[in-house]
């Protein structure tokens, strides 16, 4: 499986932004993780193949997580930006079911990362 993420960018804070990510292959999970400078990398958020979501406590209620299976994207709407949202977003996927729980170790297939800066 190959990951390839786009949307990345500089806002303010409050403001909107969508991540994509393109997977070519198949996965049961597909799902974002991001890593701020100097922190370990962190779960975002994730999706099943069914449409099942999940995400990490930092971003419920703000980020919304959708998939297109027909055409195997991945989609990160983020809202109500806040500073510490900074950081680079990794399209991560996983070719077994995940829910509640995804860690790094789990993670079969990452992508390319993109950078989200959010200033105040």
């Known amino acids: 499986v190959q990951l390839q993420a786009s949307g990345g960018g500089l806002v303010q804070a409050g403001d909107s932004l969508r991540l994509s990510c393109a997977a070519s292959g198949g996965a049961l999970t597909l799902g974002w993780f991001r890593q701020a400078p100097g922190k370990e990398r962190e779960f975002v958020a994730g999706?099943?193949?069914?449409?099942?979501?999940f995400y990490g406590d930092s971003v419920k209620g703000r980020f919304t997580i959708s998939r297109d299976n027909a055409k195997n994207t991945v989609d990160l709407q983020m809202n109500s930006l806040k500073p510490e949202d900074t950081a680079v977003y990794y399209c991560?996927?996983?070719?077994?079911?995940?829910?509640?729980?995804?860690?790094?170790?789990?993670?079969?297939?990452w992508g390319q990362g993109t950078q989200v800066t959010v200033s105040s």
């Open positions: 991560a996927a996983d070719v077994h079911y995940i829910y509640g729980i995804w860690g790094l170790d789990q993670v079969d297939y």
């Open positions: 999706i099943s193949s069914t449409g099942v979501s």
